[in-house]
């Protein structure tokens, strides 16, 4: 991550690849032509500032976002984990374990009275159940505190993006 920021420093954004980040963002599925068209750049300008702005690690990925709930997963529980000790290989072996469950969306190293804070999916109170079974039993875990949402009130996948 940090090697990611470093690298971003170094890169400089103007208005046309800020238009062209915030297009992608809404629709990664443009083709070049019509990316083109939106931002009023020729198609060979418009390639060549993605593809730098891939190379740069500005672009990460492009990524195709699902309907959680129309695909079974109708809640979302923040979970807080506290583990036993913070010594690095307790952390180590935990970031290990966790990833393996494919529910955890997130999963944050934090400060303050959690070690971790994670986003779950989960279908019903059953699966939830299962989960946090997983969850207690992965290495290093003393407490685990959910926080089950209500209602989504926002959920962007859209970064804003300055010029720099």
Do not use: W
């Amino acid at each position: 991550m940090v090697k990611n920021m470093q690298k971003a420093s170094k890169v400089r954004i103007d208005e046309l690849d800020q238009a062209i980040l915030a297009a992608l963002q809404v629709d990664a599925r443009l083709s070049n032509v019509e990316l083109s068209r939106k931002v009023g750049l020729s198609e060979s300008a418009c390639l060549r500032r993605v593809k730098a702005l891939e190379e740069s690690g500005i672009v990460e990925k492009s990524v195709l976002l699902l309907n959680q709930g129309l695909l079974g997963y109708s809640g979302t529980v923040f979970v807080r984990v506290t583990l036993t000790e913070q010594r690095q290989e307790t952390l180590q072996r935990f970031e290990q374990a966790i990833i393996a469950i494919e529910q955890v969306m997130e999963c944050y190293l934090m400060s303050g009275d959690a070690d971790y804070m994670l986003r779950v999916i989960f279908k019903d109170n059953e699966d939830y159940k299962k989960i946090h079974l997983k969850l207690t039993s992965l290495p290093g875990v003393q407490r685990v505190h959910s926080s089950f949402t209500l209602n989504t009130i926002i959920h962007k996948t859209e970064i804003p993006v300055p010029v720099i």
